[in-house]
C-alpha cells in the first residue's frame, strides 16, 4: 500500500527556513508527479509545488522564488526547500504522489511562522 510520510515542519520565525521531507513507499516512486500543498485554517488545500517524473516544476505565484522543490528517487524522498519564509506560509503541508491512475496523500506536518 502507498505510504507517504513527512517531516521537518515546525516553529520558525518570519525570514527564516525549513526543508521538509516525504518518504514514499508502496509506489514506484520515479514513475510519480510529486507535490507539496497546504491548507491553512478555514482555506482551501492549494498547491505549492510539484515536480514531475522528468524533473519540470511548477510553483504557486506566493512562493515563486523562495521555496524550491526537489526529489531523490534513489531515496524515494521529495523535498520541499522553504526561505524567506512568511507568517502567510503558515499551514499544514501535505505530500502528494499522483499518476493518472492513483493519488495518495501523507498525513501533513504542520508549519508555523511566527515570531
Known amino acids: 500500500q502507498v505510504q507517504l510520510v513527512e517531516s521537518g515542519g515546525g516553529l520558525v520565525q518570519p525570514g527564516g527556513s525549513l526543508r521538509l521531507s516525504c518518504a514514499a513507499s508502496?509506489?514506484?516512486?520515479?514513475?510519480?508527479?510529486m507535490g507539496w500543498y497546504r491548507q491553512a485554517p478555514g482555506k482551501q488545500r492549494e498547491l505549492v509545488a510539484a515536480?514531475?517524473?522528468?524533473?519540470?516544476?511548477n510553483y504557486a505565484d506566493s512562493v515563486k522564488g523562495r521555496f524550491t522543490i526537489s526529489r531523490d528517487n534513489a531515496k524515494n524522498t521529495v523535498y520541499l526547500q522553504m526561505n524567506s519564509l512568511k507568517p502567510e506560509d503558515t499551514a499544514l503541508y501535505y505530500c502528494?504522489?499522483?499518476?493518472?491512475?492513483?493519488?495518495?496523500w501523507g498525513q501533513g506536518t504542520q508549519v508555523t511562522v511566527s515570531s
Open positions: 508502496g509506489i514506484i516512486f520515479s514513475i510519480y508527479t
Open positions: 515536480i514531475t517524473s522528468g524533473g519540470s516544476t
Open positions: 502528494n504522489a499522483r499518476t493518472t491512475a492513483r493519488n495518495a
